[in-house]
């Protein structure tokens, strides 16, 4: 398609059949998709058993750390539904940066609040978890 922009610098919408994984653990962190329509879990296989850290909805995002340490990712993402998402990929995020610091900069308040939250309740999990193993030696 000559002169046709590669929309790699630019959000795009993703429809997803339920049960696809959308992201992979290990893979690359390349970009974050904010959850519009339906439902997924964020989960880890371990000793061949699904655990799953998170069910999120629309409204909700994930891989969005990608975006800041672009590390591999730490856990599956499966389609519960049919989904439809917005994946802003690193350059797109990049280019939201350059040509709009102004709405880049409300676009990382927004994650930091996920990502605090997010914190939050890992750290009351971890702390519920070690108040049941003492009282269950008791």
Known sequence: WPGVRPRRHRPELVRVRQWTEIVKQGGP?????LLLEGEVRVRTMIAGKE???ATLAAGEC???VALFDHG???????????CLLLRISDSSFQRLIRE????AVLVVLAIS????ARLRAENKRYRDSI????????
């Open 29 to 33: 962190g390349d970009a974050m998709y």
């Open 51 to 53: 655990c799953i850290y």
């Open 62 to 64: 994930f891989g969005e």
């Open 72 to 82: 591999k990712r730490v856990a599956d993402v499966v389609a519960n539904f049919d």
């Open 100 to 103: 709009a610091p102004d709405v």
């Open 113 to 116: 609040k996920t990502l605090v």
């Open 131 to 138: 108040a049941f193993a003492r009282t269950a030696r008791q």
